[in-house]
């Protein structure tokens, strides 16, 4: 009995051991993609290490920062989409308005993920008693998930975009009404 307890125990230590080499690879890769400047997949790799190792507060923080930076890149590279898009939008170029499309839904799987880190709940709609710091939050959210939903008619895609306005107005009750007929 005493011999099987034993066995069983270190076991654990070696699997406890290996997840930790594992998270520890993960965030060494993620610092070294980081540095390259891939953001998309440092925030895989940081992920990872995170989801292995929760207590850490080093894997979770390096996840933020590289969840914020990823964001602003994101951000960035729809606001020249757009920029691009705006003269285009009578004539129509489909593959420039198909990556602002990209960009907006890359910010905001990264902005959803961001509000997880957080606690704040991107699906139920606010109440008085949600926190201000929430609030600001949903409205930004709310600000992004219009915008794609304006990129997606655009881009030919009118029953996604109707599925993201309805998001949209979930998000933000106090929604204008003309602000929820955009998609339509």
Partial sequence: MRTRLKRLAALAVVIALAAGCAAGEAFRKGNAAAKAGDLDQAVAFYRTAAKAEPDNPNYKIALERALMAASRAHFEKAKGFEEQGQPMRDGGEAAARGGFVTELEALLREIEELAHLHGV??????????????????????????????????????????????????????TPPAMSRTAS
């Fill in 121 to 174: 709940d991107v699906v139920v709609p606010p109440t008085p008693g949600t926190p201000a710091r929430h609030r600001e939050f949903l409205r930004g959210y709310s600000n992004v998930l219009h915008n794609l939903a304006i990129a997606l008619r655009e881009a030919g895609r009118p029953e996604e975009s109707l599925a993201v306005t309805s998001r949209t107005c979930r998000a933000s009750p106090g």
